[in-house]
Nanobody, 119 residues
Framework: QVQLVESGGGLVQVGGSLRLSCLASGSIFSRNDMGWYRQAPGEQREMVATITSAFTTKYADSVKGRFIISKDNAKNTMYLQMNSLKPEDTAVYYC?????????????WGQGTQVTVSS
């Protein structure tokens, strides 16, 4: 079982920055592939950025060049640095961890943190 707790959301003006954190417990953090997803009102949840256990990263086209995903295995924490924020970045941001147990994949989610970008 993996527990995930996000923090760092809030209200920011257009062009501002925020850093989200996701603290993980309950598994060997370094072995998990992880990611950030977001869901705006009335929209489906979408991938924002992912990072593998080997530190390979992937970004949605809408955030490339503005967001940076990273993780610190020593602190069991994943981060999302968000720069040049736009109103369309407003959403609830969720941390996700994927655990591979004997070939079966299990996805775990945090409770979400609200990010609001005001114009």
């Amino acid at each position: 079982q993996v527990q995930l707790v996000e923090s760092g959301g809030g209200l920011v003006q257009v062009g501002g920055s925020l850093r989200l954190s996701c603290l993980a417990s309950g598994s060997i953090f370094s072995r998990n592939d992880m990611g950030w997803y977001r869901q705006a009102p009335g929209e489906q949840r979408e991938m924002v950025a992912t990072i593998t256990s080997a530190f390979t990263t992937k970004y949605a086209d809408s955030v490339k060049g503005r967001f940076i995903i990273s993780k610190d295995n020593a602190k069991n924490t994943m981060y999302l640095q968000m720069n040049s924020l736009k109103p369309e970045d407003t959403a609830v941001y969720y941390c996700q961890a994927r655990q591979n147990v004997l070939g079966k994949l299990y996805d775990y989610w945090g409770q979400g943190t609200q990010v609001t970008v005001s114009s």
